[in-house]
């Protein structure tokens, strides 16, 4: 006897309805107390290992996020940080780790010699020493427990001033977090022994600018760009001792002035027909090489200038999208299933410099640097479903978690948006101090870090589920 297709169709949302009550009463009942959710019985991610979150797009499956908060609603904990840094903070066992830098004071001649070799135009920082640190915070508590001292730099290349000497974020798998600063070294520390196994400094290249790319991993490999005015190429390194496994120059033709030759971009790995690509984008051109040995597997120039560029690209739909950076941004929706690749669609108004995308369902979202216009298009075609003022400067790329989406500002807003074709502002939320690091998010907690502090922001109070 077959059962009729509309009963059938009941029965199935009888099912749904009944595992979702499930689900709340089992929330209400982890809260009932006052606790968090059990991660156990919820089977939250407890990891963040890398810039934007385990798969690099900026998701999180956390759950039960707060919609608003400022300094005196919400807040866990607060701990203000030594030193200055604009990595976003990685997690694993229970701790929140970072890099920072402390730097001494450049002499007036020291400062002359540095400007006299500048061949930019942009303003800088100039330090006479830099040293570089990795610190840890406890998630449950925000107790700072390690400030463990890396390496020191002397009279290291200036930095812009909106850059930091610790801007790329560090990676953290099983216990060892591998920190990366550019032509200034990269070191991996064991987190257990509080050990530095070992540092490299073989990379030297000039980045005008400072560091900015951040690093991933492949296997035995950390892989990064090296991507400045004077030499351009990619590197990996083998994680157990720090020696290099390959090193790909970069083979595109480029604008013949050095100061558009550099780029601050942060790989990403996906798979094209079954096979892994490494994708690189640099001054002009996205690469795609072999993660496993650096061959270079194609590129494909932006057919427009592109260079300095920060945000990482973020996949979907078969398809890669990225922003261009300077001098005007364009976001390039790449078709990854067409042989060659090549560029299904543009967008040429409001594309962020270093902001990084962010794709939900068929939506992809941005703001600009300046003036903070959110715009949401349509990732599979590119048309405009709204664009929005939502005002500041941004330089933090950002998440989504919880069915929300958070973009926070230089200017120490971070405002939460429903995700959708059109425009819903769920709140603002303002804290004291400027957002560089991207906001995270792990089980029913949002981890903030500014340019003073780290915070804790707590999940939903026992009326929220209860609501």
Request: glycine share 8%.
């Given at each position: 006897m077959t059962m009729p297709q509309s009963l059938s169709k009941k029965i199935a949302v009888l099912l749904k309805s009944l595992i979702l009550t499930a689900l709340i009463i089992s929330l209400q009942s982890q809260f009932a107390t006052g606790g968090e959710p059990s991660p156990k019985s919820i089977k939250l991610t407890q990891k963040w290992p890398q810039f934007r979150g385990p798969g690099g797009q900026g998701h999180s499956d956390a759950i039960l996020l707060p919609k608003s908060w400022n300094e005196k609603q919400n807040v866990s904990w607060k701990t203000p940080l030594p030193g200055q840094g604009w990595s976003s903070p990685v997690i694993e066992n229970g701790m929140i780790w970072m890099t920072s830098s402390t730097q001494k004071a450049a002499t007036k001649e020291e400062i002359d010699k540095k400007l006299a070799k500048n061949?930019?135009?942009?303003?800088?920082?100039?330090?006479?020493?830099?040293?570089?640190?990795?610190?840890?915070?406890?998630?449950?508590?925000?107790?700072?427990?390690?400030?463990?001292?890396?390496?020191?730099?002397?009279?290291?290349?200036?930095?812009?001033?909106?850059?930091?000497?610790?801007?790329?974020?560090?990676?953290?798998?099983?216990?060892?977090?591998?920190?990366?600063?550019?032509?200034?070294?990269?070191?991996?520390?064991?987190?257990?022994?509080?050990?530095?196994?070992?540092?490299?400094?073989?990379?030297?290249?000039?980045?005008?600018?400072?560091?900015?790319?951040?690093?991933?991993?492949?296997?035995?490999?950390?892989?990064?760009?090296?991507?400045?005015?004077?030499?351009?190429?990619?590197l990996a390194l083998?994680?157990?001792?720090?020696?290099?496994?390959?090193?790909?120059?970069?083979?595109?033709?480029?604008?013949?002035?050095?100061?558009?030759?550099?780029?601050?971009?942060?790989?990403?790995?996906?798979?094209?027909?079954?096979?892994?690509?490494?994708?690189?984008?640099?001054?002009?051109?996205?690469?795609a090489y072999n993660p496993d040995n650096g061959d270079e597997l194609w590129k494909l120039n932006y057919e427009t200038l592109g260079f300095s560029i920060v945000p990482r690209p973020v996949l979907g739909h078969g398809k890669a999208y990225m922003c261009t950076s300077f001098m005007r941004s364009q976001l390039l929706a790449i078709d990854l299933q067409s042989s060659p690749p090549k560029i299904a669609w543009r967008h040429k108004r409001g594309v962020p410099n270093m902001p990084s995308p962010i794709l939900v369902g068929d939506e992809i979202y941005f703001t600009n640097d300046k003036g903070g216009i959110l715009t949401c298009l349509n990732a599979k075609t590119g048309d405009v479903h709204f664009k929005e003022r939502l005002g500041g400067n941004f330089s933090a790329s950002p998440l989504y978690a919880d069915g929300k989406l958070f973009f926070s500002n230089r200017e120490g807003k971070t405002f939460v948006i429903q995700p959708g074709k059109e425009f819903k502002l769920l709140s603002t939320n303002e804290l004291d101090g400027a957002h560089f690091a991207s906001i995270i998010a792990l089980q029913s907690s949002l981890i903030v870090r500014t340019d003073k502090a780290i915070y804790r922001i707590q999940g939903a109070s026992k009326a929220e589920i209860r609501r």
């Open positions: 061949t930019g135009s942009q303003p800088l920082t100039i330090v006479g020493e830099v040293t570089f640190w990795a610190l840890g915070v406890e998630f449950k508590s925000g107790k700072l427990v390690h400030e463990i001292k890396l390496f020191s730099r002397k009279s290291p290349d200036p930095v812009h001033t909106l850059n930091s000497f610790a801007s790329p974020t560090p990676i953290i798998e099983d216990g060892k977090l591998y920190c990366h600063f550019g032509t200034n070294g990269t070191a991996c520390l064991d987190t257990q022994k509080k050990e530095v196994v070992w540092i490299n400094d073989d990379v030297k290249i000039n980045h005008e600018n400072g560091p900015g790319s951040s690093p991933t991993l492949w296997k035995d490999k950390l892989i990064f760009h090296c991507d400045g005015s004077d030499k351009q190429y990619i083998y994680k157990k001792n720090g020696e290099q496994a390959w090193k790909t120059d970069r083979s595109g033709k480029m604008h013949p002035n050095p100061q558009l030759k550099k780029a601050y971009g942060t790989p990403i790995v996906t798979k094209i027909n079954g096979k892994p690509h490494l994708l690189s984008p640099a001054s002009d051109w996205l690469y």
